[in-house]
């Protein structure tokens, strides 16, 4: 069975009034030293990734691949959709994805460009460094999350702009938009709270080493939470998708991550960690094309 929490469009109006413009300030970015040591440390503690990257389908088709410029050096590999034949576009999609060794690749499959495009949306797909075909990793991951969301803003100029991240991708977007203002929608499926908290649920045996971020770097671990940039998210429309078997993101954390970002929980019962999706298509789909509405009848 599926469970949903989803408060009326009065009450997001209401609770987005309350959350913008928010009181305090969202986590500062850390400094440079600070963020090149904990960029090493984290990726070091990543879960491995190992297999084979799949082409783009050609049922996708048309689309280009091209690499957008890192300002710090390097490139991130990107894939280009444009909104379906016949439908006048009506926005324009970032795609993030998870820690997957399929990168962008991911996102390729299990129907959320289909339902995109003939939606109207055109959709942007892209490897953050250390996936896919991008450049190598430097700092933090919020970095390139930023540089595409600038590069959509590019390819799509005057349209509504929306985001969709999954896992990893939906994860960093948190700290970019809370920085990165004109997103209308924005959809996080399977986020942590704390990636760090993640990792001691679904690896223990790395506990040590999580301990010495947490302890060693203080500022890093609070950098890290969540909680701290969700009720400063720059967007007009927040949706939290998460799945009930998941035991690294708790049905719990994705309701907490909804309620202090101002928005909306749809929880699948039957779902483990990305598989959300998979096990309901279309609830999924309509939860995510109807927070972009909402992201922008309320902006």
């Known amino acids: 069975m599926d469970t949903s929490v989803s408060p009326s469009l009065p009450a997001i109006a209401e609770l987005s009034r309350r959350r913008l413009p928010c009181d305090g300030s969202p986590p500062q970015r850390l400094p440079g030293w600070q963020e090149a040591i904990a960029g090493s440390l984290f990726r070091a503690l990543a879960p491995r990734l190992r297999g084979r990257r799949p082409r783009v389908p050609r049922r996708l088709g048309p689309f280009s691949r091209y690499s957008i410029p890192r300002p710090r050096g390097g490139e991130l590999s990107a894939t280009w959709f444009p909104a379906g034949g016949g439908v006048p576009p009506r926005g324009a999609v970032l795609l993030a994805p998870p820690w997957h060794e399929w990168g962008q690749a991911f996102l390729h499959h299990y129907g959320r460009l289909e339902v995109l495009r003939a939606a ?118 927040a949706g939290y998708v998460g799945g009930g078997r998941d035991r690294g993101v708790p049905a719990g954390d994705t309701r907490e991550l909804a309620r202090l970002a101002g928005g909306r929980a749809l929880v699948i ?27 922008v009848a309320m902006a």
């Open 120 to 237: 109207g949306y055109h959709a942007l797909t892209f490897d953050p460094a250390g996936l896919g075909d991008s450049g190598a990793p430097v700092g933090l991951a919020d970095r390139d999350l930023e540089v595409a969301l600038k590069e959509l803003n590019q390819r799509a100029p005057g349209l509504p702009l929306h985001f969709w991240g999954v896992s990893f991708g939906g994860y960093w977007a948190h700290p970019a938009l809370c920085r990165t203002a004109g997103v209308r929608g924005a959809v996080f499926e399977d986020v942590a709270v704390h990636l760090i908290d993640w990792s001691k649920r679904m690896f223990p045996p790395g506990l040590p080493c999580y301990l010495f971020f947490q302890y060693g770097l203080r500022r890093a671990y609070r950098y890290l939470d969540l909680r701290r940039h969700a009720p400063h998210l720059q967007v007009a429309a």
């Open 269 to 295: 019962a039957a779902a483990d960690h990305l598989e959300a999706l998979r096990k309901s298509r279309d609830r999924v789909t309509a939860f995510a094309l109807e927070t972009f509405e909402r992201g």
